[in-house]
């Protein structure tokens, strides 16, 4: 059965870090595109931190340049989210989601490429 796992959020003030992990169950992450996907309230899925094998592309949202790291451990079959000078704005829960690898360079930042979606976890980012 395929299955992920978000873990790793929590409360944090504004300047501070967060680590967001993503296990993977029933299927290698080496195979398929993986995306970070984040939803505040009354906003829509939004496209994070994409990654996509086949192109070997990595994208960040322009406010998550410079601050986010989208990262993979193959022997843990884990990805991670690290997330340094969090902001109020990042408030939102955190989702990992996988689909194929087909996936362009162009459509991976979109939320309805991907099949499988973890539960997601929840961020607060203080003041």
């Known amino acids: 059965e395929v299955q992920l796992q978000a873990s790793g959020g929590g409360l944090v003030q504004a300047g501070g870090s967060l680590r967001l992990s993503c296990a993977a169950s029933?299927?290698?992450?080496?195979?398929?595109?993986i995306g970070w996907f984040r939803q505040a309230p009354g906003k829509e899925r939004e496209g994070v931190s994409c990654?996509?094998?086949?192109?070997?592309?990595?994208y960040y949202t322009d406010s998550a340049k410079g601050r986010f790291t989208f990262s993979s451990d193959s022997a843990k079959n884990t990805v991670y989210l690290q997330m340094n000078s969090l902001k109020p704005e990042d408030t939102a829960v955190y989702y990992c989601?996988?689909?194929?690898?087909?996936?362009?360079?162009?459509?991976?930042?979109?939320?309805?490429?991907?099949?499988?979606w973890g539960q997601g976890t929840q961020v607060t980012v203080s003041s």
């Open positions: 029933g299927f290698t992450f080496d195979d398929y595109a």
């Open positions: 989601a996988a689909g194929p690898p087909s996936i362009s360079a162009e459509s991976m930042r979109r939320a309805s490429r991907y099949l499988s």
């Open positions: 990654f996509t094998s086949r192109d070997e592309r990595i």
